[in-house]
């Protein structure tokens, strides 16, 4: 669908009601977002970071506005429907992994595949294969209390990408990481942002690490606010900033 932006967001709003108030977290926010487009995400905690991620995700519904994918308006969908929408378009990765500790790392990373009912010798294949090029090869039968939290992140995001969706959205993915490690796994987003032309939305607190990123934004008070282009500009020409 050329020149349809992947992601358009249209005067989203979030509001939580606490003790009978009113609590605004997303304030009517304009975002598009590219296909192949990587973008960082940067402000305060509690500023609603997080809570952008998880409406973009379809997890929580917002208070009004419209998300639109590839032209299509999926905010008036049903939960069965966004449940079928998310499992096949998005994928996640949190700063906890999220990992289901009595499996080993490949059939955390065959899950989303056997919930698509896709064949489980075919699924385990692609659990490997995609394990081995994040270089654990030798860490497939391994359960998450075995690996070091660099490997279970790597775990974590391969289980996120095993679909193969077109959107990427990560919440601190390297904030329990050191800085070393932290590196290398952002350095697997890239490689998997030039494999498979998908989308990412990176939310993260490190400023070193967003400045790497080819589009910045930040959150303020529940807006958005376009920071211009990282080192590794190479989003196409013509993608609409968020609106402040």
Not at 28 to 44: N, P, W, Y
Not at 65 to 70: L, Q, S, V
Request: proline share 5%; net charge neutral.
């Amino acid at each position: 669908m050329t020149g349809v932006p992947l992601v358009q967001v249209e005067n989203l709003s979030k509001l939580f009601y606490h003790g009978g108030r009113q609590l605004p977290v997303l304030r009517e926010i304009d975002l598009s977002i590219q296909h192949g487009e990587m973008v960082s995400v940067v402000g305060k905690s509690g500023v609603g970071k997080s809570t952008l991620l998880h409406v973009l995700g379809t997890i929580d519904l917002p208070t009004a506005g419209k998300i639109k994918f590839e032209g299509r308006d999926i905010t008036g969908l049903t939960p069965s429907q966004l449940a079928d929408f998310r499992n096949r378009t998005i994928g996640f990765v949190f700063q906890f992994h999220h990992l289901l500790p009595e499996f080993t790392a490949v059939e955390n990373v065959m899950m989303p595949l056997l919930i698509r009912r896709v064949p489980r010798a075919r699924a385990e294949h692609k659990a490997q294969e995609l394990l081995d090029a994040m270089g654990l090869k030798e860490r497939l039968t391994h359960r998450p209390g075995e690996l070091s939290g660099g490997e279970q992140q790597r775990v974590a995001l391969a289980r996120a990408v095993v679909m193969e969706p077109k959107l990427l959205l990560a919440d601190e993915p390297t904030g329990n990481l050191d800085t070393a490690t932290g590196e290398a796994t952002l350095d697997l987003f890239f490689e998997l942002n030039r494999k498979f032309n998908m989308a990412m939305m990176i939310v993260t607190h490190n400023a070193d690490l967003a400045d790497r990123m080819p589009r910045n934004l930040r959150m303020v008070d529940g807006r958005l606010e376009e920071l211009g282009r990282g080192c590794n500009s190479v989003a196409a020409p013509g993608v609409q900033g968020a609106a402040s």
